[in-house]
Structures are given as C-alpha cells and as structure tokens.
C-alpha cells in the first residue's frame, strides 16, 4: 500500500467523521485545506477541549467524559453536575490542539514540522518513518490537569473550581490563537 492509498482510506473516515458530527466543527477549513494538498492528508485531530473526566479504572478505555467543551467553558454546563456521587478520581481538565498529518516524504513532514513549531505548536516532532507515510504531530502547550473530586469528596472549594474553569477558558483561548496562527502560517506558506 502506497501513499494514495492510504490517504484514500483516510479521506473515507474524514467524510465518515464529519457526516457523524465527530470532528471539531472549529478546525474543518483546517482539515480541509491540508486534506486538499497532494503531500498531506490528515488523520486525527481536536481543537482543544476543557472537560471533566470520571477516571473509573487504570485503563483509558475505562474513564468516561462528565462534561466536555471544545469552546467556551459553560460554567453552569461544569457546576450543576452533582458531583459529589461520583466514587473514583474525577479531573479539570483543559487539553491543548493536536492534529496528527501525514507527508509524503521527510521534506514535506519536516516543511509542516518547521511551520507548527515556528506558529507556537512546541510539543511536536515527526515520530513514525515508513516510505511514503512519515507522521507529524503537532500539539499546543496550552493544558492544565488537576483531581477535583476524591472518593466522592470534593477536593476544592467552589469558588477555587470557578477560578480553574475561568483559567481553562483563557489558556483555551490562547489554544485557539495557537492553532488558527498555524493555519494562517501553512497557507501563506504554501501560496508560494
């Protein structure tokens, strides 16, 4: 399998993806225009999201989404949830851009490599080499990750937790210019 192939397997569960409504509405003219160039094709990506994660077991596949934001924090949306009935570890958090796209070969990967960290895309790097597929990731630095809740006890005070999802919603803000400067970045860079 070759580079065409893969990107034609890629561009069925990209359509798939949108028609389902499960890819960030925000980042779609993103997604499309590096989906559009010959060399690229992308395979993963979210804007940026602040959510409440009920951590139920040591596996990933075990925790289980209470509230989740790709924009603006709800505060209500966070706040009316009656936490406190929740057994386990339950965590604030706010996790930065990340898209995943594939180049052709090791000069394209690093041209887009180059555009992302220069565009504030810092924890980045191009991890997977096989011919025809070298993978970028790129990944803002904007996070924040904290336990609220413990055994059904909340850990934090009201107003302590207000002022996490307002400092949520200003480094998502700050995500959000990260990644629109990335794009702003990659299509002036490949109007040349």
């Known amino acids: 399998m070759g580079f065409r192939t893969d990107k034609e397997k890629a561009m069925k569960k990209y359509n798939y993806a949108l028609k389902k409504k499960k890819v960030d509405k925000p980042i779609i003219p993103l997604l499309d225009y590096i989906n559009s160039m010959k060399k690229y094709y992308t395979t993963s ?115 302590y937790f207000i002022y996490l999802l307002s400092l949520a919603d200003e480094k998502m803000r700050k995500n959000e210019e990260t990644w629109k400067n990335f794009e702003r970045n990659l299509r002036l860079k490949f109007k040349e």
Request: proline share 3%; net charge positive.
């Open 45 to 159: 990506s979210c804007s940026g999201r602040t959510i409440l994660l009920h951590e139920l077991g040591k596996r990933k596949i075990d925790n289980k989404f209470i509230v989740k934001e790709h924009g603006d924090v709800n505060i209500d949306k966070f706040l009316n949830i009656n936490l406190g009935e929740l057994q386990g570890k339950i965590w604030l958090k706010m996790e930065p851009f990340i898209i995943h796209i594939v180049g052709k070969t090791l000069e394209s990967a690093k041209k887009v490599l180059e555009i992302g960290m220069k565009s504030g895309l810092k924890h980045s790097g191009i991890f997977v080499f096989k011919p025809d597929r070298y993978i970028i990731e790129l990944k803002g630095t904007q996070n924040l990750s904290t336990p609220i809740i413990e055994k059904g006890k909340m850990l934090v005070h009201k107003d």
